[in-house]
């Protein structure tokens, strides 16, 4: 099938380069034209494992394409994806601008028959409203139509979730509509749910709410078992075991960051007071998840007093592991409570510090963990990094002021720190 996938994102990139995979002609359109210059170089935008080698293989078989031409991706293709960003506005409402700016360039080179698909995380009513604009401005009397198929893939394991993903979505106006959406998705093999475009942009939004919901809900319960001396870990197995609730995605600390949860959460809770719904626990979602970094600090404040001119290593910026994105991270809050305090930080991460530069150009980024841990007076464990969960404790403590560990995502046992030597905070337990 020939494709036309709009931005070249996170989700625009990884959904082109896998539909190039499985054998369709792509073309991936996007109006930053450095960003097209690097991928028709072979360097790519965002890191992400396996990407490269992905778009490479495909481009040098000539079925992935990277232009800044909307008007030559639209002529070639049947499918049209829109996967442009939907950055939230100061009151959390979702901006369309981009999707809109998209629809009227669609609508002015539309010239036969297209399916237009939003894969962009988008407000219910988004459909309807990318019908009306095509509508409105269309140069030729074409038919078109409008499906929402929403995009579930987390970053960091990208390519892994596009190929085998839980299930699929389609919300289409007619079956025989989403019998083409179907057909391209096929040979994944994976379960489909065909639907209506107002329930599968619902969809997106009620999962990654449940999803972050998990999350506030088992970190206020962590905030109860701080204070009761029982142990998160053992609720979280114990709840789990019910098939009902399940243990997966209740890992507490420090909260969810990333560009998705933090901002669909937000834009749900200004669908809901749009239709004059109740939000209360959307709105706790959020209330609870932005207490995380000032009750981790609270924590360090009472067993640090006091922190000016007190040494924090922090391991890991990004908003969690296997990305370089801080976009909403934990680390930032962390890093400016610690700042206001007057601490003195030395930050190490694997991929994010050239981001974390950006906007903390004044702190110590270091080599490695064990750079950041030299001379500290605390070693604060902000992402769950893999390489963070087999570090050489002997030389860490070696190289400490202090040895004292602030773990703020749970990867240690508290037992074994202890017997080490150190003394050990948590999240919970
Ligand atoms: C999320 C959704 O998982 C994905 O389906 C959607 O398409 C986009 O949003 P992503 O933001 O990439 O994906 O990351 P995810 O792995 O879901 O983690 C989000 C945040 O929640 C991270 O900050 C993570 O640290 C935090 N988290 C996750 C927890 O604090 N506890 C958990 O148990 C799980």
Known sequence: MNICVVGTGYVGLVTGAVFADLGNDVICVDNVKEKIDMLNSGIMPIYEPGLKELVNHNMEDGRLIFSTDLNDGVMRSEVIFIAVGTPPKENGETDLSHVQHVARG????????????????????????????????????????????????REGSAIRDTLYPDRIIIGAPSQHVAMTLLELYASLERPMLITDVHSAEMIKYASNSFLAMKISFINAIANICEKAGADVTQVVKGMGYDKRIGSNFMNPGLGFGGSCFPKDVDSLIHIARKFGTKATLFESIVEIN????????????????????????????????????????????????????????????????????????DIEYCKSSYDAAEGSDALLIVTEWNEFKLLNMEKIIAVMKKPVIFDGRNIYRPERKKRLGFEYYSIGR
């Open 290 to 361: 932005k207490y995380r970094a000032q009750h981790f600090i609270n924590l360090i404040k009472e067993k640090m007093d006091p922190m000016a001119g007190k040494q924090f290593g922090i391991l890991g910026l990004a908003f969690k592991p296997n990305t370089d994105d801080i976009r909403e991270a934990k680390s930032l809050e962390i890093i400016k409570l610690l700042l206001a305090e007057k601490a003195i930080i030395k930050a190490y991460d694997p991929a994010a510090m050239e981001n974390c530069k950006k906007i903390f150009p």
């Open 106 to 153: 669609i609508a002015r080179s539309i010239e036969r028959y297209k399916i237009i698909v939003n894969k962009s995380t988008v407000p219910v009513g988004t459909g309807d409203m990318v019908r009306e604009i095509i509508e409105r401005n269309k140069r030729r009397d074409v038919d078109f139509d409008v499906v929402s198929n929403p995009e579930f893939l």
